[in-house]
Nanobody, 114 residues
């Protein structure tokens, strides 16, 4: 099977921005949807954003207007631009790809300090 490699996490102050990247590599497979979930300590994993092959997007209500997901189908890569970050959005962010089969990225830590 293929794999997803994600990057771009780090530590920022409240109100600052980060961009996450997620790239599919290895075995060739059909991908219909890419996006991110996030999981904070002691909380369930929640969907943040997703993007379908035709460009249609979906966002958690809490991030609408601040986060933008995009996709480069030729590179099998998705990007999540996160602006005006809030301390409560501190979490591990996990990329996913869904198509022939489902894959998780390895996760990247995002820490937002007040």
């Amino acid at each position: 099977q293929g794999q997803l490699v994600e990057s771009g996490g780090g530590s920022v102050q409240a109100g600052e921005s980060l961009r996450l990247s997620c790239s599919a590599s290895g075995s060739i497979f059909s991908i219909d949807v890419m996006g991110w979930y996030r999981q904070a300590p002691g909380k369930p994993r929640e969907l943040v954003a997703g993007i379908i092959n035709n460009g249609s997007t979906n966002y958690a209500d809490s991030v609408k207007g601040r986060f933008t997901i995009s996709r480069d189908n030729g590179k099998n890569t998705a990007y999540l631009q996160m602006t005006s970050l809030k301390p409560e959005e501190t979490a591990v962010y996990y990329c996913y790809a869904d198509g022939e089969y489902f894959l998780w990225g390895q996760g990247t830590q995002v820490t937002v300090s007040s």
